[in-house]
């Protein structure tokens, strides 16, 4: 077993019976959804909202009860996802695949946050990963330009696929924003908020409870914050 599928899996101990859970994208998180398909399959209830239309798919095909995000009538009980990179006091950097998103609209609107990834994503500091930048379509040259001017070398992001203009699932473009090392997460994240043109940035700062950090052996280290 592999560090991702370790981690993945072993998140599924803190979905209880009735919980409401925010169900994250990726190669990690995928673990969870298929281990937490087992689970719903041998009866423990619960509701999810998936953070992609990737993530839906796979949950419905696992026959996990979906809820709709705007229907809740209280942040769920939890949120389990992956990322791209995890810091010592879980900052995270997030949107590898595009979703970051919706990912921070249901990690947002959750008690309780929790991380899985394999140990490769755990740094010192942020930034080797380009951060990811949702932009509206709408004059992103220029807004490329502004986020230049904040320090990174912003990289249009394309579809693996056919090589042409990546969209994501609400319809904007991602600029991939290498920094180089992120010294104050927070204080850049409020920046990249405040441009007009950006819509989200892959900075999830002060949102991670835990984070469960598998290695290649199979084993899984928590890292806790609060
Ligand atoms: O947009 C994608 C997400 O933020 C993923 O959770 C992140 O990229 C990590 O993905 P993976 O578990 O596949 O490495």
Not at 24 to 39: A, D
Not at 66 to 74: C, E, G, P, V
Not at 115 to 128: C, M
Not at 142 to 170: K, Q, V
């Amino acid at each position: 077993m592999n560090g991702k599928q370790a981690a993945g899996e072993l998140a599924v101990k803190y979905i209880q019976d009735g919980m409401n859970v925010g169900l994250g994208t990726g190669s990690t998180v995928y673990w969870t959804i298929l281990k937490l398909g087992e689970r719903v399959r041998e009866g423990l209830q619960v509701r999810a909202v998936p953070t992609s239309v990737r993530t839906e798919e796979l949950a419905r095909e696992q026959g996990i009860p979906l809820i709709q995000f705007a229907d809740l009538a209280r942040p769920l009980d939890l949120t389990i996802d992956g990322a791209d990179e995890v810091n010592p006091q879980l900052s995270l950097i997030k949107g590898g695949g595009g979703a970051l998103l919706r990912e921070k609209l249901v990690a947002a609107y959750s008690e309780r946050f929790i991380v899985v990834a394999d140990d490769t994503k755990e740094v010192a500091a942020l930034g080797r990963f380009p951060l990811p930048v949702e932009v509206v379509p709408f004059g992103w040259e220029i807004t490329s330009r502004r986020l230049a001017a904040l320090g990174c070398e912003p990289i249009l992001r394309r579809s693996d696929r056919d090589g042409t203009t990546y969209h994501t699932d609400n319809g904007n473009y991602i600029l991939d924003c290498r920094f180089g090392t992120i010294s104050d997460p927070g204080s850049l994240g409020r920046e990249l908020n405040a441009l007009p043109g950006v819509v989200e940035h892959g900075l999830f700062v002060g949102m991670a409870e835990r984070c469960l950090l598998g290695g290649e052996n199979g084993s899984v280290r928590e890292i806790v914050i609060r």
